[in-house]
């Protein structure tokens, strides 16, 4: 790899030993993938992946006291994933109990997270790009994040440069202030080498769509052609909602970090079909495929027939409109079925940017009248609790499906079993 002057000279040691150890890894990183230069990263934040302090991590938070106290602090304020525990979520003692030791290294951590340069106490979330939260990136900014849904998200909705780097490498590239230059910080890296053609008869489930595609893709870039029939073409709150979920199923279903959506994100816009390599592979979605995909998830809880004991929505974390948008659905089919509260504990899960907005409005007090719990949490971090592993817990999100034992069901399908008996 061919650096610059400063970078070799912080190779060699000019800012300390543990800055060139942090130089070396992204080195041998980009290496890797056969990356031939670093690059600035030219975000304004950062964002990390690494929001729980388990009692297990020793040896993290070791290196991270290590960056402290050699002064290798981020030089770019950050944002973090979620926290991983609120006491305010239904659970038992017992479950109680075992969190408290799992996460018992957490508020160590978020003391750490401050020395080093988290942006505020509002900033746990994974959803930093809204504009609660303000970590929005700009077309052809070069970042160094590791979350997949954020990442997925900023290059391919906000036109932003990012890798599917691991986290504490991310963390490397916003101490160093450089990143190796490969995959989807390129050109040719961020072309298509699929075709997927939409010919569902309505629009489909944000959920289901990212899962099938990031299945079939994996790790490669989809143009998908036909969405934006049923999107506009033009990134509404409403698109942008969409492909929050579509893009964060394609990215844990799969391995995608980049998707263009014809004649709406911003690549797809200005480059059209240029975008697509030639020879391109092709994956036509219809109805049936879709029904073929959802009936393939497996269902692993110990006793497939028990009754469900929480829901979780909000995966990755729910915007303020479809937090309105869930209370009123789920008011208006209490009251169809002559119910009060929804018939299985819910939680959803949100930013404490968009919390605390939503406490502004009527709907926190309409959402606590029904029964519903909004948290902070990371679901999936919450459920790392082996207390929870063998319980009956539904999910909308195709990436909690993924990392847990939650079932997944569509939204509609939620909706009918939150507010009806026999569902
Ligand atoms: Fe966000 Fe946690 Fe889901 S980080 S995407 S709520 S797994």
Redesign the pocket.
């Known amino acids: 790899m061919e650096l610059t002057k400063e970078q070799q000279a912080i190779l060699d040691g000019a800012k300390g030993e543990t800055m060139a150890k942090v130089m070396r890894t992204l080195v041998n990183y980009g290496e890797v993938f056969g990356a031939q230069k670093m690059v600035p990263v030219t975000a304004r934040y950062g964002h990390l992946?690494l929001?729980f302090g388990l009692t297990f991590l020793g040896p993290v938070f070791d290196l991270f006291q290590k960056l402290i106290d050699e002064g290798c602090l981020s030089g770019q304020k950050f944002t973090c994933?979620?926290r991983p525990y609120d006491k305010n979520v239904p659970q038992s003692v017992l479950q109680k109990g075992v969190a408290k030791f799992v996460f018992g290294k957490q508020s160590r951590y978020e003391k750490q997270l401050e020395q080093l340069g988290i942006l505020g106490e509002d900033s746990y979330?994974?959803?930093c790009y809204l504009d609660e939260i303000g970590n929005t990136p700009k077309q052809g900014d070069v970042l160094s994040w590791a979350?997949s849904?954020a990442v997925v998200y900023a290059n391919s909705v906000l036109g932003a440069r990012c890798n599917r780097n691991s986290g504490i490498i991310e963390l490397f590239g916003s101490v160093a202030g450089f990143v190796p230059y490969f995959g989807l910080l390129t050109d040719e890296g961020r072309k298509a080498d699929w075709i997927v053609e939409l010919k569902t008869t309505k629009m489909p489930d944000a959920q289901i769509l990212g899962s099938a595609i990031g299945m079939k893709v994996m790790e490669d870039v989809p143009y998908v052609k036909g969405l934006d029939a049923y999107l506009g073409t033009e990134l509404t709150d409403k698109a942008k909602t969409y492909l929050k979920d579509f893009g964060?199923a394609t990215a844990s279903n799969g391995a995608v970090g980049l998707y263009h959506i014809e004649n709406l994100t911003p690549e797809a816009k200005q480059q059209g079909e240029d975008l697509i390599k030639p020879g391109a592979k092709v994956y036509v979605i219809d109805d049936a495929e879709l029904e073929r995909v959802k009936n393939g998830y497996p269902c692993i809880w110990k006793n497939k027939d028990a009754a469900p004991k929480l829901c979780f929505l909000?995966?990755?974390?729910m915007t303020l409109e479809q937090i309105k948008d869930w209370t009123e659905k789920l008011e208006a089919g209490l009251k169809a079925a002559g119910n009060e509260k929804v018939l299985v504990p819910t939680v959803f899960?949100t930013s404490t940017g968009v919390l605390k907005k939503l406490n502004e409005t009527p709907y926190a007090a309409r959402l606590k009248k029904i029964g519903v719990i909004v948290s902070y949490?990371?679901?999936?971090?919450f459920m790392d609790n082996p207390l929870w592993q063998s319980q009956p817990v539904i999910t909308s999100?195709n990436?909690?499906r993924t990392?847990t034992t939650a079932r997944f069901y569509s939204n509609d399908e939620i909706l009918s079993i939150l507010t009806k008996e026999g569902k």
């Not at 949490?377 to 971090?381: A, G, N, Q, S, Y």
């Open positions: 992946v929001s994933d979620p979330t994974c959803t979350e849904s964060a909000g995966c990755p974390h899960t949490i990371c679901p999936l971090m999100s990436k909690l990392y």
